[in-house]
Each structure stands twice: as C-alpha cells, then as structure tokens.
C-alpha cells in the first residue's frame, strides 16, 4: 500500500498501462490499481484504436498509389485503379469502425471505473473519523470524488486513446516515406524532432510544477467549499471577510503560479506548435520536394505521398502538450483518490459492546491533534442522565475538542470514554450515533425535502413525527409556509436563514431522539425573535435528555446541573453556577467579565436550557411521537 502513496519516480513510467509508451515521470501504480477492474476492457479498447490508426494511414497511402499510377502508367488503365480505391474505402471504413468501437469501449468502462470509484470513496469517506470531515476534510473529498475522478475520466475514456493514435499513425507513415524516397523521409522526420526537443525543453520540471498546480488547485477547492459552506457560521461571528479572503488568497495564488509558469515556458512552448503545424510542414516539404523533383532526385508523383502524410507525421506532436497534461493531472488525481481510499477509517470493535444506560464517564482523558502537544489532559467527566453540563471557558481552552470525543469525531490518545459501562470505541458505530446526537453550530442541511433532512436521523418516521419535532423545534410555522410545505426542496428553491437551519436540525435531532446530546451552542442570531424561537427548541431537546452544551455565553448556563471550566486542556472547576459564583475561583472571575461587557447579554434571560416550566411544554410537544 505504502508504495501506492510514493512519490513520483521517473523509473516506472513505462510501467504505466495507460499511458503506453509516455514519458510522464509518474508512479503508475495508483493509476494501475485503480483501473484494474477495467484493465481487459481498456486493453481492448487500446488494440481497436491501434487498428484504426493503422487503417487510417491506408487511404493516404492508396491515393499516393494513385496519383503514381495516374501519372506514371496508361491513363486509361482504370481496372488497375479499382483495387486500390476499394482499398481506401475499406480501410477508411474500417478506421471508422474501430475507432468509434474503441471511444465506446474505452467510455463504458470508465463508466463503469467511475460508477466503482465513486461507491468505493462515499463507501470510505462514511466510515471516516467525523473529525476528519472538517472544511478541510470535505474539500479534499469533493475533490476526490468530484474532479479527480472527472480527471480520471479523461484520462482513460478520451487521452489514453488520442495517445495510441498519436504514436500509431506517425510511425505508419513515416515507414511509409521511407520506402518511398529515404531522403525526403528524413526531412519529414526534422519537424517532429525539433517539435520533440523544443516540448521537452518547455516541459522541464514540469512534474513539480504540476504537483503545485494540483495542489494550488486543492487550495482553491478548500478554500471554495470552506466559503460556501462556512459563509453563514463566520459572518454569525461578523467574520464574512475572513472566509471570503482565504478563497482570494488561493485563487490569486494560484493565478501567480500559473502565470509563472506559463511565462517561463511560453517561447518553447510556442516554436514547438509551430515547427509541427501542418502549414509549416507542407512549406518545408513542398520547397525541398520541389528541389528534389527539379534535380530529377525523384518524381512528381513520388512527392504526393509527403505532401499528404508529411504533415500527419508531426502534426500530433501538436496535442501531445496538452495530453501530457492530462496524464500528469490523472494520475495526481489517481495519488489523491488513492490516499483517500487509504485514509485510515474510524476502527471497528473487535469485540463490540453494547452501553448498558446513558451515564457518560471520561476517565484520565488526553487527547492530541498532532500526537505531541496535548489539547486536553487528564479530564475526569461525568455526564449523568438526564442533567445538563455546560463546558465553558477561555476559546482554545479544549471546549469543542472535549465534546467531540463523545461522538467520535476523534478518539482519545490516552484514557477512556464510557457510555454506560461500554468503552464508546468498543460499541458499534450505528449502536453509538443512535444513543449520541450532536447539534452544532454550522448546521449542514441536505439538498432535500425538509422533511427529508428532519428524518435524517430516524428514515422511518411517520409524517406525523415529523411534524411534531418541527413543532417543538419552532420551525414548523415556517415550514408550512413555504411553497411546499414539507416536500419543499432546500438549497434549490428555497434557502433556510441561519436561525431556521439550526431549528431544523433541532427538529432532526428531536426526532432522532438520542438520550446523549452534545450541543454547541450558537453564539449570534440575526435577530432576537430568531434567538428566542431557538431557545424555545433548545429546551424542548434538552427535555430529559443527558446533554454536553459547548457554552459560550454564560449567561445561558446558569441553570446548568454542573458547569465544568477548562483551562488550557485541565479541568480547573466544576460545580452549579451559584457555588462556583461564591467559590470567588476562575468562573466568578470569568462570570463578572462576561456581566461587565455585555450586561444584556449575561441578563437577556435567554437560556438553551430547559427552565421547569419549559421542560414541561417541550415535554408535552414531543411525548406522543418521540419513543424513546
Ligand atoms: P474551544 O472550543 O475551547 O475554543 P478547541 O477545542 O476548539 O477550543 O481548541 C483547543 C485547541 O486545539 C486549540 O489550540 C486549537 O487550536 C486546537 N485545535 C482545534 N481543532 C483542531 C484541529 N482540527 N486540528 C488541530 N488543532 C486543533
């Protein structure tokens, strides 16, 4: 496997099956393995398009014959011209047959390449670590899955042919001219080697300078889908500007780049198109031919065959430069794809176990992104069923990454998490996503009906479910009037308002309706009729619920059963509001900052938990449909 993720190395181009005979200083085998299951096919595919090259030559080389006998035999000899005009046709035909056998093939595998690919990278990418499912994380998976398997589309249904014929029918050719007149031949052969040396001169380094373009090109992705889709969490944080920068940043760099590198090889690149342009060719052989006839070296009717297939000898030299480019950016397409399918999967229990209860205990934990510096150390935790904990504390303190290591999003690099006893990596991936749900802040909705995107969570839900989750989550007046109601189509149509997102993700995680709910509380709304419609959710999800709230205000905390503060990665404090308040420790301090620069906020009254009599009402909005 590792040998499938090295670096390129000049050496095993020739082993690379689908770019017979090429110099591309790549590795072939990601490409190799990854075309494997249409290995025959394409091989096929490859021996048509050779015939019809072949066979395309013919016709030229039956009119040569003509035009010999036409001038040099009796005129009127019209039967011995037959054969050779049957022979143009056929082989014209033939050419036609094989080659338009060889696109179909060579396109119904890649089909079939692409169909595999795909299944084989959404199939992975789903039992990825969450935590690798970051802006970062899907950019690198719309690019896998999106353009460099279109990469790969290009490479095998339409280069790995015009290659074949690009080296089939020059060498027919020139074969051809040689038998003809060896000195003229010689001099059809000088643009196509001038044409070969200027192209290797403009594509010198060209293998890093193509690394960088796919990864410049990787940026933009990133930096595309974390604009896109980041837009609404980052303006909430009145940061618009940040996101939209990063997408300008890379997309001027890599218009630098480009523009680098296009300078750097234009004049080469440039003399190697025009030396092989047909009319230049056809200048050349022309003028020398018709020295040649002049010198009585050869005759009128020898030079017809070099003024027909002289061009074609080095007119493919033409597209040789962009084919390379595709070869080149299919087989880094091939590597990416390749890393991905390689990307280590959230491991599976080798002996499951099944959580017995929702107490939720984190013993000793540690945790590190990087494997050396610790974000978390030694956090004792307990989330006992049916209270609220709220983690709160400076930003970069450890708050989210504490809270994501109950779903999984990354596992612990030292001590334990337990669900009810089960150590969370011993219990299986479906068991623990139906005990432990998760709002968070940047809510993704899917390109689907609402009440699609609200049963994510449970498929089965009836209609009626459905709605009274909406309901409790306060969407469903707004959902009745869109123009389908529940079957209105989001991301289409109609596009939610940040506050409406995260109150249908509170519907879909109501109907959901796992005990264990890790929330991150959303810090800004549009508006206060948004803010308080989501609080109202807010508490009918905590209802009964073990709840992890990620808290950023602390005045939506105090009603908490336990608020747990971290400091650099430590719990430093724990206990209810008014105890930490008199303990005069980091919370009070933390407390009376947040009170002196917001006093509306820390008094707004607004809480994501549930006060008594609204636990009630969220109660009695969700009793009947939610079997818990
Ligand atoms: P909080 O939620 O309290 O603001 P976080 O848990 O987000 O804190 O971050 C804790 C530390 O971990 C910070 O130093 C942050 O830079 C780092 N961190 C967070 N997410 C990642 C990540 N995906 N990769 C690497 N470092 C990260």
């Known amino acids: 496997m590792k040998s499938q993720l090295s670096e390129p190395g000049p050496d095993s181009v020739s082993e690379a099956p689908a770019t017979p005979g090429v110099g591309t200083g790549a590795p072939p085998h990601p490409l190799r393995a990854l075309a494997e299951p249409v290995r025959g096919r394409l091989a096929v595919a490859v021996g048509l398009q050779t015939v019809a090259a072949l066979a395309g030559v013919v016709p030229f080389i039956a009119v040569s014959q003509?035009?010999?006998r036409l001038t040099g035999g009796s005129p009127a000899d019209g039967d011995a011209l037959w054969p050779l005009v049957t022979l143009a046709c056929a082989a014209g035909l033939l050419a036609l047959a094989c080659g338009t056998a060889a696109g179909a093939l060579a396109h119904l595998a890649d089909n079939d390449l692409q169909l595999t690919l795909r299944r084989r990278l959404t199939r992975h990418v789903g039992r990825l670590p969450l935590g690798r499912l970051t802006d970062r994380g899907t950019g690198e998976v719309k690019q896998a899955v999106q353009d460099d398997v279109s990469a790969l589309h290009?490479?095998?249904a339409h280069t790995l042919l015009d290659v074949v014929a690009v080296l089939t029918t020059p060498v027919l050719a020139l074969v051809y001219l040689f038998t003809?007149?060896?000195?003229?031949?010689?001099?059809?052969?000088?643009?196509?080697?001038?044409g070969v040396f200027l192209f290797s001169r403009a594509m010198a380094g060209?293998?890093?300078?193509?690394?960088?373009?796919?990864?410049?090109?990787?940026?933009?992705?990133?930096?595309?889908?974390?604009?896109?889709t980041g837009i609404a969490v980052f303006k909430s944080f009145g940061r618009g500007r940040k996101a939209h920068?990063?997408?300008?940043?890379?997309?001027?760099?890599?218009?630098?780049f480009f523009s680098r590198w296009v300078r750097s090889t234009l004049v080469s690149s440039t003399a190697a198109v025009l030396v092989v342009a047909p009319a230049m060719v056809l200048l050349l052989l022309s003028m020398v031919g018709a020295v040649f006839v002049t010198q009585d070296w050869m005759t009128g009717a020898e030079l017809v065959p070099f003024l027909l297939l002289g061009p074609a000898v080095a007119a493919p030299m033409g597209v040789v430069g962009p084919r390379i480019q595709q070869i080149r950016a299919g087989q880094a397409a091939a590597v990416r794809v390749t890393g991905l399918l390689h990307t280590p999967t959230l491991p599976e229990p080798a002996t499951p176990a099944l959580p017995d209860g929702h107490h939720v205990s984190m013993r000793g934990v540690s945790f590190s992104y990087d494997g050396h510096t610790d974000v978390l150390r030694d956090v004792d935790l307990d989330l006992v069923p049916g209270t609220v904990t709220a983690l709160v504390g400076p930003s970069g303190s450890g708050k989210s990454t504490l809270a994501s290591l109950l779903p999984r999003f990354h596992d612990v690099t030292a001590g334990t998490v337990t669900l009810g006893g089960a150590d969370i990596r011993d219990v299986p991936a479906t068991e623990l996503y139906r005990r432990v749900g998760f709002v968070l802040q940047d809510v993704r909705l899917l390109r689907a009906s609402v009440a699609d995107n609200i049963r994510l969570g449970r498929p089965d839900a009836t209609d009626e479910e459905v709605q009274r989750c909406a309901r409790a989550a306060r969407i469903h007046d707004r959902v009745m009037a869109l123009p389908d109601g529940y079957a209105t189509e989001l991301g289409t149509v109609v596009t939610l308002s940040g506050g409406e997102a995260q109150r249908l993700s509170i519907a879909r995680a109501l109907l959901a309706d796992a005990p264990v709910l890790v929330l991150d509380e959303a810090t800004a709304y549009?508006?206060?009729?948004?803010?308080?419609?989501?609080?109202?959710?807010l508490s009918a999800l905590a209802a009964g619920r073990t709840l992890l709230v990620i808290a950023h205000r602390l005045?939506?905390?105090?009603?908490?059963?336990?608020?747990?503060v971290l400091e650099d990665g430590r719990v430093t404090e724990q206990g209810r509001h008014d105890d930490l308040l008199a303990a005069g420790g980091r919370y009070a301090a933390l407390w009376e900052a947040q009170r002196t620069a917001g006093p509306a906020e820390a008094d707004n009254g607004l809480s994501p938990l549930p006060a008594p009599a609204d636990e009630d009402r969220a109660a009695d909005d969700i009793r009947e449909g939610s079997a818990r």
């Open 66 to 68: 003509i035009a010999d």
């Open 154 to 156: 290009t490479l095998f």
């Open 526 to 537: 549009a508006d206060p009729h948004s803010e308080a419609l989501i609080q109202d959710a």
């Open 180 to 194: 003809v007149d060896w000195r003229l031949a010689l001099v059809s052969a000088v643009p196509l080697s001038l």
């Open 245 to 256: 920068e990063r997408f300008v940043d890379a997309t001027e760099g890599f218009a630098d």
């Open 206 to 228: 060209a293998a890093s300078q193509m690394a960088e373009f796919g990864a410049a090109l990787g940026r933009i992705s990133v930096a595309a889908v974390e604009f896109a």
């Open 555 to 564: 005045s939506t905390v105090r009603s908490a059963d336990r608020i747990v």
